[in-house]
């Protein structure tokens, strides 16, 4: 046996040890003098932490016992929730949610008709966005890195077809207002067209956003997509979101990396012709575990459960 091997058992062991402490002594004896905490069971806890640790039911990627076979890194992942719960840093109640609705035990409530940020806030469309929404549709420089501009009428029948998403799916992409103004939409969706990351149209939800030319640079779009994320992740369970655009587009692109998302691949946009210069595309991936991350590291260690803020837990990333 090699010495790097040597010295990794005695880690994994000690590690399971401090898994199972935690699940069968600690967080057990805490939810004692916790009334606000949805589960007291050592299985429960369990299931949450190692859900949300591998981003989906964990049966799906370890077989059982999970304290022996899960890989360390996720195990470490699953602790370090526990620890962060254990400290009221991280929202159990929300983790529980995120565990269900994985498990398909839970339907995503309702959309409730806005998310309030600072400075800002998301809601559902209302027929007074529709002058503003098409004076944005048809502004060359907003529709630099899209195929047209859109038609006042097209521009309606695409709001429209936008706040449908939130009766289908129970998330859509929301009005973006600052100090009152319509600015545009971010949030997600399912993309309807077959993509080469996505064969399935459906099994896949992309994060997206449109702002006016008079919006840009406040860093309006970044703070939108957290929040949206925020009750994708959280309300609504996903466990993860893509984002795509033109490699042409840097700007979408710097959104992307800074909620942390992960650049996957380039590909060939098939709706667009060979040669036209925005058919080369990039795509980005962020799961519900990196996005709890850096959302603690987002928020400076608080983590609020309340829809108003970056929610959720901590470590885990996949
Ligand atoms: C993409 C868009 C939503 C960004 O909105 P925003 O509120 O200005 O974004 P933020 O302020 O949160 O962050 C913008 C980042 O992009 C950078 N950026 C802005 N314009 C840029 C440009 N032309 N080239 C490169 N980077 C640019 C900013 O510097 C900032 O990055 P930084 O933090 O490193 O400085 C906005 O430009 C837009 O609506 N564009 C037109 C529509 C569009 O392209 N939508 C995306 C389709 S996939």
Redesign the pocket.
Known sequence: MSPARREAAPDAAAMQRRWRALVDERLPEAAASRGDWPVRLNHCFARILLDNACGGPWRESVAPPAWANMPPARLAAALALGEAVLRGEADLAELNRRSLAWRGRLRSAAAPPELAGPGFRLRRWRREDDAPFAA?NADP??????PALKSRRESEAEARALDRRFEQDGFGPWVLEAEGTFV?F?GCWRPVRPLPFAAVPGHVVEI??????S???????????RLALADAFGRCGLPEVV????VL???????M??LGMERIEEFAHPALVEGDPLRPHVVYRLSAARFAGSAVRFAGGTVHSAAGAATVASGGDR
């Open positions: 944005l420089a907003v529709m630099r890195f899209f545009g971010v997206g956003w449109r702002l006016a030319r919006a840009w640079g406040r860093g309006l779009a970044t703070r939108g997509a984002a795509y655009t033109a587009n840097r700007a979408s692109q710097r959104v990396e800074r």
